[in-house]
């Protein structure tokens, strides 16, 4: 038996050499067709006939007994092929044709890394830090005056309990009103601008005019010299309101194709607005605690320096609330933008708390200072006149708002969410990015971030209407604390709930200076950026004649 090995090696090799003389080109196409009837139930035969050989004594005609078909099907096997293995466990596994080393192989295509959006440090920790430790301290003071609070009313003399008394009988209610009434509203100002976009913007625009100076004329009905202060300062709002609508009104159609266009996304996902509710909540506990706080302030020394600083703590807690807001749902639509994905809010909002917060407290100390003293250069860089030295002052503040503005916007919370970066450098890559695709005038024209905070005086405005309404009725002495008081919480409520719309917006600014070519971006920023191109082509600036020239001709 062991014989036979040979003799077949031997004539199967010079068949094979036979064959491929004969066959030439057609053995590659025969292979893939053995392989394939083998593959579909010819391994059974192949094997009887490895069995027969073992039958076989030594014989010299024993290529005639196998057949010439026997061995070119034996030999033509992938080399790989177990039935190659053959005679009482003997086995040549031959090394691979060229032909068959040489054939092409299909390589995955390399998918794009995600490692940067699942950043795991923490951002800004020095902010993170200095506003934990704020949030002990502001915690200790609170519990610590809503405890002397309790004390003038059970242990402190007649006088001072009856004041108590009635700070809590004309001060309490109307406060917790306001913050009730301000969270309706919040939520009734999101709905419809998720609804009816277009008609939202205008009608803010104007309705932030309207109700300011409507809180003013009525303050100043009351004839006294508190009311009349804040009237005042509502009025002259109204105005600058009044005048910056009639400013802003080209910009309005671009505003409403962009705020159409960023709230597509939303009803996606279903829990996008958990994260509102959460803070909300949360600042309604937090308010009513800190008007506690604020009424035991009245019972301790330096009580007014005492209720600035719980002012100036709740107004950058709530900023930081509304930041949250921002990053979670900054998060969850930019990963939908750049990838496709539906992340889960749950997960976003966590991430928020955690490893962005640090960001979102630098961001909420500056941005609003940096924004406001922004818009100040602006205002004072439109102004015209013959004075230059207050002319080349006001574009040299500019100048400078302009540098720090790099450093420093809201902007930069988009790829915080997205990326995992610190806020400056958020800011600054975001910047280049606007550079990059030429769009830094057209985000200097998004006035989405105007309206929201428009949307906050409305809510303000009503507070004050209501409150100073009923204030006047029962104890007129407390209208114009009352009065600001909520306007502060109506405001602070309402920005908590925009928090939404101006963070989509933002996320289809930064998303499309990434990738302008997604199919998930129409061509709205692309066309108004030929027009304002065009316009600058077109408009050619007038040479300016100095007013004492033209006088003495």
């Not at 709905?191 to 009608?203: C, D, H, N, T």
């Not at 009352?482 to 989509?504: E, V």
């Amino acid at each position: 038996m062991g014989a036979a090995e040979p003799v077949v090696e031997r004539e199967g090799e010079r068949r094979e050499e036979e064959e491929e003389e004969d066959e030439g080109g057609e053995e590659g196409n025969e292979r893939e067709k053995e392989e394939k009837d083998v593959e579909k139930g010819q391994v059974l035969g192949a094997k009887e006939k490895v069995i027969d050989i073992s039958n076989i004594g030594v014989n010299n005609d024993l290529p005639n007994q196998l057949g010439d078909s026997h061995v070119a099907m034996m030999q033509r096997l992938n080399p790989t092929n177990p039935l190659r293995i053959v005679i009482n466990g003997s086995s040549r596994m031959p090394t691979p044709s060229p032909s068959q080393t040489s054939l092409p192989r299909s390589t995955p295509t390399p998918q794009p890394s995600l490692t940067t959006l699942n950043s795991r440090r923490y951002t800004n920790r020095i902010s993170l830090f200095l506003f934990v430790l704020h949030m002990v301290v502001a915690v200790g003071l609170v519990s610590f005056l809503i405890f002397k609070g309790i004390q003038g009313l059970t242990e402190a003399s007649d006088s001072v309990k009856r004041k108590e008394r009635r700070i809590l009988k004309f001060y309490l209610p109307q406060v917790e009103t306001a913050s009730l009434l301000s969270i309706t509203l919040a939520f009734v100002w999101q709905k419809a601008f998720r609804k009816w976009p277009k008609f939202m913007v205008q009608f803010i625009l104007w309705s932030s005019f309207l109700l300011s100076l409507s809180a003013g004329i009525l303050l100043i009905c009351f004839q006294r010299a508190t009311t009349d202060g804040v009237g005042v300062c509502l009025i002259a709002f109204a105005i600058g309101n009044g005048l910056y609508a009639c400013w802003v009104t080209p910009r309005i159609g671009f505003c409403s194709k962009i705020l159409i266009k960023s709230l597509e996304p939303v009803p996606k996902f279903r829990d996008l607005n958990q994260p509102t509710y959460c803070m909300l909540g949360v600042g309604f506990l937090w308010m009513s605690l800190w008007i506690l706080a604020v009424i035991g302030a009245m019972n301790f020394y330096f009580t007014p320096l005492i209720i600035i600083a719980l002012v100036l703590s709740l107004a950058w807690t709530a900023e930081v609330m509304r930041n949250i807001v921002n990053l979670t749902v900054s998060r969850v639509i930019s990963l939908y933008y750049l990838r496709g994905m539906q992340s889960s809010s749950q997960f976003c909002f966590q991430r928020a708390l955690t490893r962005n917060l640090g960001s979102a407290c630098l961001g909420s100390l500056f941005v609003p200072a940096i924004e406001a003293l922004r818009i100040v250069a602006r205002g004072l860089n439109l102004l015209e006149g013959e004075d230059e030295f207050m002319f080349s002052c006001a574009h040299c503040c500019l100048g400078i708002m302009q540098s720090i503005f790099r450093y420093g916007n809201g902007w930069a919370f988009v790829q915080i969410a997205a990326y995992g970066k610190g806020f400056v450098q958020a800011s600054q890559d975001t910047w280049q990015l606007f550079e990059r695709r030429g769009m830094e005038s057209i985000v200097d024209l998004d006035i989405t971030s105007s309206i929201c905070f428009l949307t906050g005086v409305c809510s303000g405005s009503i507070c004050v209407i209501v409150v100073a309404a009923w204030t006047a009725k029962v104890h007129q002495t407390f209208t114009a604390t009352l009065s600001l008081l909520s306007f502060f919480i109506g405001y602070l409520m309402t920005r908590i709930a925009m928090a939404l719309p101006h963070a989509c917006v933002s996320c289809y600014y930064v998303c499309y200076a990434e990738n302008p070519d997604t199919r998930l971006f129409d061509h709205t920023i692309k066309e108004q950026q030929n027009k304002m191109n065009s316009d600058r082509e077109v408009v050619v600036p007038t040479p300016g004649v100095p007013r004492r020239f033209s006088t003495n001709s």
